[in-house]
């Protein structure tokens, strides 16, 4: 009862700090005008982040953060852009709200990548400070959150924060209580941009506690700009021309925010003019190789298809021809046919000169494809017919199979003689 007693008289001095902290942030903000944005390019150095199967985190937010800084500073000429980091090194998460404090900025900005085992799992979604109402926000926020655990001097620094603790979660959450409402209409803006322009479904606007964004004493979101777990997603934003698109999204929510704070109405770029035109260019020529890729691929897939499909009706006429054939032999063990040509190749089935004769079989004999016509149970039937076709093929002559053999004819009468 005691111990409960004493963490809940803790846990109330927390409250009671934070609060003191959140009144002093509000008062030392007293510029009216947006001059000031800090860029947070998420992980670096041995934090790699979330890795997918070509591209790391690290390296995809830090090449968006400078692309939007770029565009803030072409753009934006009384804006002044500030990094947390801009070459691959590592950055305590509290010293990078610490950065955007000491300048006063109006905005703090952090850029992440998202990551899940179910790789189907698609879309943006932004972030502000408060207490995570879903599982999944939860999960999110604990993830990106975990990197104070291998920090140094993470009890000193986070004031024993500890990442599954309930009350840890409210004491976050009032730090950026005063800001909350810019915090979310920001991030709303950033969620619109998306939409219309990143062809990736918008997951929405979320809160959750983010230690990155802890004692921000200034608007501030983190986004997740799609997942690199996905490899249609990871594609995208590993690209040059997919970053570009992302960072105008961001750019263009920040115009629109600057101009509600400062009550401006300045026109803002659109993504077509923010994107650098060699970048559009080169995005152009891929999309062609890639259709043409594409219709060389449904070409192929179609001349595989039609190969496959003569196969078959080949197969299928050659086993109908077969089946005929059994049924025509059935009863009878000796048959005579009336052989009339010989060819080095098997002949097709319209071939001229296999027209007009009954019942045409083939056979091979030595390297050769023999033709015969009719089928008789005698010799003497064979005969008979062989004088209709000696006047097509004079050198036609008679000839035996005994289940489905070549015979002589020496041998058939031998046979004949014996099933009398």
């Keep these: 009862m005691k111990e409960d007693t004493f963490r809940y008289g803790i846990f109330c001095f927390l409250v009671f700090i934070a609060s003191c902290f959140v009144c002093s942030a509000q008062q030392e903000k007293v510029r009216n005008v947006f001059d000031k944005v800090v860029i947070d390019a998420g992980h670096g150095g041995d934090k790699p ?92 926020a604990k993830k990106e959150n975990s990197e104070i655990l291998t920090e140094k001097g993470s009890a000193e620094n986070y004031q024993g924060f500890d990442l599954n603790s309930p009350e840890g979660d409210i004491l976050l959450s009032l730090y950026q209580n005063a800001y909350l409402q810019s915090s979310l209409d920001f991030a709303a803006k950033i969620q619109a941009q998306y939409t219309k322009h990143v062809p990736m479904k918008s997951r929405g606007v979320h809160q959750a506690n983010f230690v990155v964004l802890w004692k921000a004493a200034m608007p501030a979101v983190l986004t997740e700009i799609g997942f690199i777990s996905n490899p249609k997603e990871e594609e995208y934003i590993g690209s040059e021309y997919g970053q570009w698109v992302i960072a105008s999204c961001i750019f263009r929510a920040i115009c629109e925010y600057r ?40 070409e192929e897939q179609k001349r595989l298809a039609e190969q496959k499909k003569l196969r078959e009706e080949k197969l299928k006429k050659e086993k109908q021809e077969e089946l005929a054939e059994q049924k025509r032999n059935e009863g009878t063990d000796l048959v005579y046919r009336v052989q009339f040509l010989s060819s080095p190749t098997q002949l097709k089935n319209n071939d001229s000169r296999l027209q007009g004769l009954d019942d045409v ?5 030595k390297g050769a494809w023999k033709y015969t016509a009719g089928i008789f149970a005698s010799d003497k039937e064979a005969l008979a017919y062989q004088k209709k076709v000696k006047e097509k093929y004079s050198d036609a002559f008679v000839v035996a199979f005994y289940n489905g053999k070549r015979v002589s004819m020496v041998e058939a009468k031998r046979l004949s003689n014996q099933n009398k």
């Design 49 to 140: 982040g979330a890795i997918g199967s070509k591209y790391k985190e690290k390296d995809v937010t830090l090449a968006v953060a400078i692309k939007l800084g770029k565009l803030i500073n072409e753009n934006l000429k009384t804006v002044k852009v500030y990094y947390t980091r801009v070459i691959d090194q590592d950055i305590d998460l509290y010293k990078r709200s610490s950065v955007a404090n000491k300048i006063n900025a109006d905005l703090f900005l952090s850029i992440h990548c998202n990551s899940a085992t179910n790789k189907n799992a698609a879309g943006t979604e932004t972030y502000a400070m408060g207490l995570g109402k879903t599982e999944s926000n939860l999960e999110v």
């Design 361 to 365: 079989f083939s056979y091979s004999e």
């Design 259 to 298: 101009n509600k704070v400062d009550n401006l109405s300045d026109r803002i770029p659109s993504v077509d003019e923010l994107v650098p035109k060699d970048v559009k260019e080169r995005e152009e020529i891929r999309k062609q190789n890639e259709l043409l890729a594409q219709k060389q691929r449904a």
